[in-house]
């Protein structure tokens, strides 16, 4: 959205013309609320003073209300004055959803993302330039378009698709059929399918703390709740399991053993190996989130959990999200036969499946072997940037914080020594541009931690969002004296 | 899954090690149920003797026991003799789980529709020779594949092709902006949304009887209870709405105006405004399901609701899956952005955001004109193949049954007049290879009707299903006296 500079109108009632059309046309309806007016200040690219006259202009017109502490509300609209139609309260409705919003800052992030200008240094994803473009749209330009493609899936998701993640997981010890995979639109999905269909609320969930799982309340709106194990260098810690178990009978345990989110750690294997036997002692299912594992930057990573899981105690997810292309959205899900069944009932409840034409496509990069080709440059490329990373922070942090290497994957998560505040270090990183993932998004007793990713921002990027943070952390940390 | 015939393993045999090798690599842990014999038999293309042996012997080997009333249950993994390894009780799991299974109907249905040699005659999607693969593959090589086409997308999809959405619903009468739109995977995932985001346990849904949402758990699931309203020629009558909305508050209205499913009956245009003005002066929000728009067979029907809706009161949806392509699974909800922001929000910790090559290629569709091409094409094949199915009706049924002609959409709502039994008919139909959806799937008391389909079926199918059709209904009708 535009303001035009060059017209007669003055800015102010541009901006009085743009709330009316958006108040007109219902989408800002009576009840709702304005943004707030520095955030409009700063889409419409106009000072604040503007939007306050604006404001003053609408509530004038008795088509605004600013109530203290609530923001500005809309409260009627011109044909609700003109006749006796009455919007519904869709404020209220808003809030009447049993599902959770996104934390605040993670709404904040999700769109600041867009922002252009923005430095990307959390970013869970790789750079633009690391992604196959090229050839995707060869495979596409070949890609023979059955008349199946376009039409409905089965409920478990295209079978030749099914077929070629059974070949490609049994590369590293997953022996399994394509009636027990389910393609899914990405990791997180398998995880709201799996909170809807296989646990009942009050369920506790163990996984690492920290974890990305606590960044994200697919799990909470669902109503379950968390126990956080503690991690050492091996990854979690089984001791504490089994006595959880016991007084939770409920309980399922999720990990990411490979490279995980947020700390960059990689699961040993012989940690693995307790793991599955604490697992098989209190038969406690495990979800293995095991999308990094293409990531690796040294050496392969020990074979997944499922590999030794000849009990079905598994449930094991997998994606192309991180090594090929979150863009496609395909995942998969492989876990004893029930347990697929009813998870693809409510796939196809929720969404009658995944986009056939991004199956089509993942099915051509494995079965071209275009993946394995891909993964070994995005793996050469992924080591350059951590390799760069880690320099500069030799360089530049020093003195004010401590980090390990991480062995694959796109994390590095940082401790910063001087106190800071989370939350103001967030805020003014972003005033200038540096958009940044805090501890606290993974574990809400990290508050000196950032996890840094090397995946997404340009060399350049990293060097200057380096040295920015350095800057705000030394600022902040002086003021806080 | 085939045994092989030729092998001097015994049939039963190579039936136990299938089932030992599923056991053997967790597929069925302990404690699953094996696929009934009649089923297996029927997917291993054996006599159900053959099943039997096998059964019994590998019962003799303690790994499954049979219990009455609850089919074959796997006991034991050869792991877990050997091994003090238990799995996890995912049994208990799967009936754990907060969200309903799908209609057992309904995901027989979901099943059958792949088996080879069917004939689908209720199935709500276009014909494979229907769907546009020379177009979609020609477009696909002229894809203009950005890199951020391959990465995560903003929350509410792909702005351009929110920008062709808008242009497009401005075609009929909608005004709205990219802003107030949001991508999802098809209107099923719309309407999932909706149920957690925006409704609370205990809302009423008031909705045409019958209607495709009885069908699906998508709101049940969510704790919602339904109003069916009686539908005459014009479509939902409102009388009953207002009395309704004031015992229950925290009430919406789902309607589906556009050849309604499964009825496929037009919303007059009078109706239309008469629903409005009621809504209006109750204050209740409206989801308009507008995925049939563009299959009108004679002349275009009448303004959506939401092209007349000031106040702000309709949740717009609409999708390419019917006119265009299921596969593709991209559908747009549009209403009042803070309601559009809720759902963004919701949809990406669902999954992500769409597969954008799907909404990238939806886009091309709509950017093109192929779309109003395509969609005019589809119109002219659907108008040969309804007066085809009419015609065929005329010919078999006028002794059997009743229905009316529909204007657009897919479906013929057949009113059977021998007394027949539901479950009975589907049950020999899909013996007899012929797939039907029975009215009961729409509204328990419509056990007298089908909704007939003649978007799917080849002539010569509908044809033999027909036949094959009355022959059943002739068949028990008279067992029945």
């Given at each position: 959205m535009c303001l035009n500079r060059q017209s007669s109108i003055p800015l102010y009632e541009q901006v009085v013309n743009y709330v009316k059309e958006k108040i007109r046309t219902g989408q800002w309806p009576v009840g709702s609320r304005l943004p707030a007016q520095r955030k409009l200040a700063e889409w419409l690219k106009v000072n604040r003073s503007t939007i306050s006259t604006a404001f003053d202009e609408l509530a004038a017109q008795g088509l605004v209300k600013s109530a203290h502490g609530k923001g500005t509300v809309v409260i009627n609209n011109t044909w609700g004055l003109l006749t006796d139609r009455k919007p519904a309260n869709w404020q209220q409705l808003i809030e009447a959803g049993h599902y959770k919003p996104n934390l605040a800052i993670i709404q904040k992030i999700n769109a600041a993302e867009f922002y252009p200008g923005i430095i990307r240094m959390g970013t869970g994803e790789l750079s633009p330039d690391l992604l196959p473009n090229r050839k995707t749209s060869e495979l596409l330009k070949n890609l023979n378009l059955r008349s199946f493609s376009l039409g409905y899936c089965e409920p478990k998701g295209n079978r030749q698709l099914r077929e070629e993640i059974a070949r490609y997981v049994a590369g590293f010890g997953i022996q399994t059929a394509p009636s027990s995979i389910l393609i899914v639109s990405g990791a997180l999905q398998a995880l709201q399918l799996i909170s809807i269909g296989l646990l009942e609320r009050g369920t506790t969930l163990l996984l690492e703390k920290p974890s990305y799982l606590y960044s994200v309340n697919v799990f909470q709106s669902s109503g379950?709740?968390?126990?956080?194990?503690?991690?050492?260098?091996?990854?979690?810690?089984?001791?504490?399991?089994?006595?959880?178990?016991?007084?939770?009978?409920?309980?399922?345990?999720?990990?990411?053993?490979?490279?995980?989110?947020?700390?960059?750690?990689l699961m040993s294997a012989a940690r693995r190996k307790q793991l599955l036997a604490v697992s098989a002692r209190a038969r406690l299912p495990i979800i293995e989130d095991d999308v990094y594992r293409e990531l690796w930057l040294g050496s392969p990573p020990p074979l997944p959990l499922k590999a030794d899981d000849h009990a079905g105690n598994v449930l094991y997810l997998g994606s192309l999200s991180k090594a090929l292309s979150p863009g496609l959205r395909i995942g998969w899900v492989i876990g004893p036969e029930p347990v697929i069944d009813r998870l693809a009932d409510l796939k196809m409840q929720n969404d009658y499946g995944s986009s056939n034409l991004s199956q089509e496509i993942a099915r051509a990069f494995l079965h071209t072997g275009a993946y394995a080709t891909h993964t070994a440059h995005t793996r050469a490329q992924l080591k350059i940037r951590r390799d760069y990373l880690l320099e500069r922070l030799d360089s530049l942090f020093a003195d004010l914080a401590e980090w390990q290497v991480p062995t694959g994957g796109f994390y590095i998560w940082l401790k910063v020594i001087p106190d800071i505040h989370a939350a103001a270090l967030f805020q003014e990183a972003l005033k200038q541009n540096v958009l940044l993932n805090p501890g606290i998004l993974y574990d809400r007793d990290a508050g000196q931690y950032l996890r840094l990713s090397y995946s997404y921002a340009s060399f350049d990027q990293m060097d200057e969002a380096l040295r920015t943070l350095r800057r705000i952390i030394l600022e902040?940390?002086?003021?806080?004296f």
């Open positions: 379950m709740r968390f126990a956080g194990m503690p991690m050492d260098s091996e990854g979690m810690c089984v001791d504490k399991i089994e006595a959880y178990k016991k007084n939770t009978p409920h309980s399922m345990l999720y990990t990411i053993p490979n490279f995980h989110n947020p700390t960059g750690r902040q940390s002086q003021r806080s």
